[in-house]
């Protein structure tokens, strides 16, 4: 049997495997009777209660919720630019096959960066690939007074690749690219990148349910460049705002709700002194996206009142790249989910799915939406279900 075959209670007990459910509720936090009613397919299963058992599994959302097997089923396309990745990265690390001409790849990181932030993971695969190696072969070659910038555009190469392989439900290449990333930010000299890098780190960490390393790594991405109150550069504002937000976002994934709304406030106050979105390497800070992830955090912590008054706070968020809202309007659809307005639900949720079906792919809350809309109109739940290839029981 196929694993979006089997139920979501069936895929819970299988992911357990020996422990018992008396450990895994221990573990995850959670009463043995949610435990049960969740095995037994009872009920739907709540973000926040998926997120305990996702952390207690070591195992992604979307492997419980059946949008992924364990070792992440992909297509051949996705395969073939995983193996190219994993591939340059290992090599370039390893100092092979950087004995090239160096070549102007600028444009080159640009363009792997904008697709990213569009949804086009496989295309943003396949320029981070070729990034990391130019980066390298220019780094091999570099005059020491240029070494230092070199280190950094390779330490941004790196961070790329690391980010597509995250996606991907590549771990192992995740970890091996943001600590190369890591390494070459820390050459580079540069405390705004090191922050950046130690962000998507904690990223990783997040994506692979090690909560506590990943509010760790978080706290040091925004403390290593906490502006002074005086300072008005807007670059570092937008910087720390992003990073200090997404802490936030890890301590509500933690439980910490405490923790979380200090930090959020800390963004809230980063974009007002700011005043607008600001756009950093091609990713906006400011009000729109504090809000944008002040929405995410109150559907986490089971607030979809919240989150919903929050969506109608603000009216514009073009700002905000493709990907970011693509997942405001996950987050929205879940929250309409929660307060069940299971067709208008299913109706957001298809929009994003029709519209950018590579993105819908490689994220978990499509399933986890699907599965618990199960009220909504029978012809959405198959239209939703064919595109993110997840089964509904």
Known sequence: MKWNEHTTGQRIKLLRGAVTQEELAE????????????????????????????????????????????????????????????????????????????????????????????????????????????????????????????CGVLADAYRLAAYVANQLGARDLAYAAIGHAANRARQGGDPVREACVASGRSWVYLRDARLDDA?????????????????????????????????????????????????????????????????????????????????????????????????????????????AQNRLQLDIALAQCDTRQYDTCLDTLLTVCKEHPEWVRHQTLPGVIAQRAGYATTARSRKVAKIIGATLA
């Not at 969740?38 to 419980?64: F, K, M, N, W």
């Open 215 to 323: 509010e760790r790594t978080a706290d040091i991405s925004y403390t290593s460049i906490e502006p002074a109150y005086s300072d008005r550069d807007p670059v570092l504002l937008a910087t720390y705002g992003w990073h200090v937000t997404f802490a936030a976002v890890v301590a509500a994934r933690r439980g910490n709700t405490v923790a979380a709304e200090d930090l959020l406030s800390q963004g809230f106050a980063a974009a007002a002194r700011l005043g607008r979105d600001v756009m950093v390497n091609g990713t906006a800070f400011g009000p729109a996206a504090v809000t944008a992830q002040a929405l995410g955090i109150a559907v986490s912590t089971g607030k979809a009142g919240k989150a919903l008054n929050l969506a109608k706070e603000v009216h514009d968020w073009s700002s905000l790249h493709q990907a």
């Open 27 to 150: 573990k995850a936090g959670l009463s043995i009777a949610t435990i049960r009613k969740a095995e037994q397919d009872r009920g739907h299963i709540s973000l926040p209660t998926l997120l305990r058992l996702a952390h207690a599994l070591g195992a992604d959302i979307s492997v419980i919720v059946g949008q992924q097997a364990p070792r992440r089923a992909m297509l051949a396309d996705d395969r073939t630019t995983l193996r190219e990745l994993s591939r340059t990265v290992h090599d370039t690390a390893a100092g092979i096959g950087t004995d090239r001409e160096p070549v102007d790849f600028a444009d080159d990181l640009v363009a792997g960066w904008d697709a990213y932030r569009a949804g086009r993971i496989g295309v943003a695969g396949q320029f981070a690939a070729s990034c990391v190696r130019d980066a390298a072969t220019v780094l091999a070659d570099a005059a020491e007074d240029r070494r230092m910038v070199a």
